[in-house]
């Protein structure tokens, strides 16, 4: 499992949507959240195609064991229910008045970044767990230093906007498609098609 993500292409895709996660919110379309919606689908079809070109050729194809397929099911329920129970809290946070909002809802608001970053980092963690990639745990850490960071650099952190989001999205982003281009790198090196 390691060797199949040893290309990188997993950092670059994974990259590519915080990127243009969070220059959404700072580029005003018409129709920007359905894109957002449907890109991870696009994504992995892309993701797919890319991988029979580029890793399929080198290393071959995996088959998965039953039982890990199971394990790979469960974890990945584990983190949809994270993201849909992230995605509504979003949806409550940016609704109704301050003044009649629960006061989880204003806790949540007034340390957004920190709930966001946290999030983010327990996604990447376990994406490292169910794919075994350690690179993931990593990101998980920079999520963690990089959304709290915005109490430092950002003018209102303590608001609930898009920007605020969007900028640790796109600085994280930004990183994982570096590192992950240069995993690419080495694998092509490493591993020419001829082998």
């Not at 397929?69 to 301050?98: E, H, K």
């Amino acid at each position: 499992m390691t060797a199949y993500n040893e290309d990188g292409l997993l950092d670059i895709f994974i990259g590519g949507y915080l990127i243009f996660s969070g220059l959404k919110a700072f580029i005003h379309l018409e129709h920007r959240n359905i894109l957002l919606s449907i890109l991870p689908g696009l994504g992995v079809l892309f993701y797919n195609e890319v991988k029979k070109l580029v890793t399929y050729p080198r290393i071959g194809y995996m088959k998965f064991t039953k039982e890990r397929r199971a394990r790979i099911a469960r974890d990945s329920i584990i983190v949809i229910l994270v993201s849909a129970f992230v995605t509504f809290t979003g949806l409550f946070t940016g609704m109704g008045s301050p003044e009649s909002a629960p006061w989880g809802v204003l806790l949540l608001n007034k340390y957004n970044l920190l709930f966001q970053g946290g999030v983010l980092a327990f996604i990447f963690f376990m994406l490292g767990k169910i794919m075994g990639v350690n690179r993931l745990y990593r990101y998980s850490v920079l999520s963690l230093l990089v959304f709290p960071a915005g109490y430092l650099y950002l003018d209102s952190p303590y608001m609930v906007t898009l920007q605020n989001m969007g900028t640790q999205c796109a600085i994280i982003g930004v990183v994982m498609v570096g590192y992950g281009a240069l995993h690419l790198r080495r694998f092509i090196v490493r591993c020419p098609k001829e082998a």
